[in-house]
């Protein structure tokens, strides 16, 4: 399935971070995709149907949906007739002319968030490019061209400061186009200082040249900021505590445009009810049956007959509550825990996310599952020969492509991006001391001490689901009481550990 792209890293020491992509198929009215997700837990850590509910599950996960950024070079973000930048122009134009118009304010918003979107993904997409270039002669010209687009790209976004900058125009107006101004300006910043890093640590024989002219970009955009009066200047003797803020603030500001607004409610609530209903209902039938030939075989009130009666009404409430949970249990394979309706900035509802979790035994498990997981021996051992619980977790989601076209008629997203991080918390609470002490020889009569980390580790496989097309992929989490350590990819039909990322 390669148009369905994954990522998994390590977000942070407690959080790892699963980013899925998910293309739209505008040939179809409805793209779909199913994801599941079965994580192996080590039975000593304690995590298990009894201990982890669903609630703590949900409140361990953050989960953000957004569309995925189009996809445009930087010298096309600021020339050409349908250019981001010359929509900005054209709903400024607009918006001098009929600056209490909310319908203009709000286009002139959007424009203005999608140009600082477009122009955020072009920039990371080229220096991303820059770094895997091989060492060559190009390198050098590429690098000065990125150079020139950024100043292109943010002197073109200040010659249109003059429109709202008026006196016709409300404040907030100006004071959006500011921080705009002001999240270009970081941003520029950002990935040139993540140029200067790999000038230096690539350096050859124009790199010289090429620092000399990035580090004056630096010094000329906090210049900038400065004469302006952003509060985003990093000072050397401070703790720069408010341009980390604003940093984090603007991006978020200007990438809602792409975040999708969620709508949650529970599912199957209402079936629940009625099994219940039905439970109760088998068990009293129970009950009346019982009565019913009780009285049969015994007229009058004897101990008999208040045995059969006690013990009638130990087996109604049993009844009653294994009807429902094994009814329940059933059910759960057909319904889901939540139902997400998915709306965009602009308040059009393009879809729906459902999601269940529940814990599996390994008889719940398809023979395909069983034979990725692959249990070895020692594996087994670090079990204590019991079975692995196994988190088990579905997510399901449909894109109705229609109104994604209406949407973003100048510029088609062409994808779906999901991020999910799982807090692991609540995994580490039993684990031993990540440090552990072991000897070695010393010469012929000492023994040396060296330090070791005690890890425990998750395993988890993810199967996709795309029409008829299904994929599996397998990783592994090295963890300790410390955190997560790294995450390990494993070949599926081979034997090579291929690590992603190490902390």
Not at 392 to 404: E, R
Not at 425 to 448: Q, S, Y
Request: some cysteine; proline content about 3%; aromatic content about 10%.
């Amino acid at each position: 399935m390669s148009s369905l792209q994954e990522k998994i890293s390590i977000h942070d020491r407690y959080q790892f971070e699963l980013k899925y992509t998910y293309p739209l198929d505008h040939h179809n009215p409805v793209t779909e995709y199913t994801v599941e997700s079965f994580l192996f837990i080590p039975n000593n850590l304690g995590i298990n149907s009894g201990s982890y509910s669903q609630d703590k599950f949900y409140n361990d996960m953050q989960k953000y949906i957004r569309l995925k950024t189009p996809k445009m070079h930087l010298h096309a973000i600021i020339a050409g007739k349908n250019c981001p930048l010359k929509k900005i122009n054209e709903a400024m134009d607009k918006l001098c002319s009929r600056p209490d118009d909310e319908q203009i304010v709000s286009e002139y918003i959007y424009h203005v968030k999608m140009f600082c979107s477009i122009a955020k993904s072009a920039v990371r997409d080229q220096q991303a490019y820059i770094e895997e270039l091989l060492p060559s002669e190009d390198r050098h010209q590429i690098i000065e061209l990125y150079l020139t687009h950024i100043e292109q790209l943010l002197a073109s976004f200040r010659e249109l400061k003059h429109l709202v900058y008026s006196a016709h125009v409300d404040k907030d107006i100006s004071a959006f186009y500011a921080m705009a101004d002001e999240y270009l300006s970081l941003l520029g910043e950002k990935y040139i200082n993540r140029l200067i890093l790999f000038i230096n640590e690539n350096s050859g024989s124009h790199s010289q040249e090429q620092l000399t002219c990035a580090v004056k970009f630096i010094k000329a955009e906090q210049a900038y900021r400065r004469d302006n009066h952003y509060p985003s200047v990093p000072e050397r003797e401070s703790d720069n505590e408010e341009v980390v803020y604003r940093q984090r603030i603007l991006k978020k500001i200007m990438g809602s445009i792409l975040f999708l607004k969620t709508s949650v409610k529970t599912e199957g609530r209402i079936l629940e009810q009625i099994i219940a209903g039905f439970a109760a209902g088998l068990a009293m039938l129970f009950a009346a049956i019982s009565m019913l030939l009780s009285q049969k075989f015994f007229a009058d009130l004897t101990t008999s007959l208040l045995v059969v009666l006690v013990v009638s009404y130990i087996f109604k409430d049993r009844i009653k509550e294994f009807s429902r949970t094994y009814m329940v249990r059933w059910l759960r394979k057909y319904i889901y825990d939540y139902k997400t309706e998915l709306r965009t900035a602009m308040d059009v509802k393009i879809g729906i996310c459902r999601e269940l979790f529940t814990f599996l035994t390994e008889a719940d498990l398809s023979a395909e599952i069983v034979k990725i997981r692959n249990k070895d021996y020692l594996g087994q051992l670090d079990n204590g020969y019991a079975p692995e619980n196994i988190l088990y977790s579905k997510k399901n989601i449909k894109i109705f492509n229609n109104p994604g076209q209406r949407l973003f008629a100048d510029m088609q997203p062409d994808g779906i991006i999901d991020i999910i991080r799982l807090n692991i918390t609540h995994f580490i609470e039993k684990m031993d001391n990540p440090r552990k002490v072991l000897f070695v020889p010393d010469g012929d009569d000492k023994m040396f001490p060296v330090k070791s980390r005690s890890v425990y580790h998750l395993n988890l496989v993810l199967k996709y689901h795309m029409g008829k097309e299904i994929e599996h992929h397998k990783f592994r989490i090295v963890l300790s009481r410390s955190g997560i350590k790294r995450i390990i990819e494993i070949p599926i039909t081979g034997v090579m550990h291929t690590a992603l990322f190490d902390k």
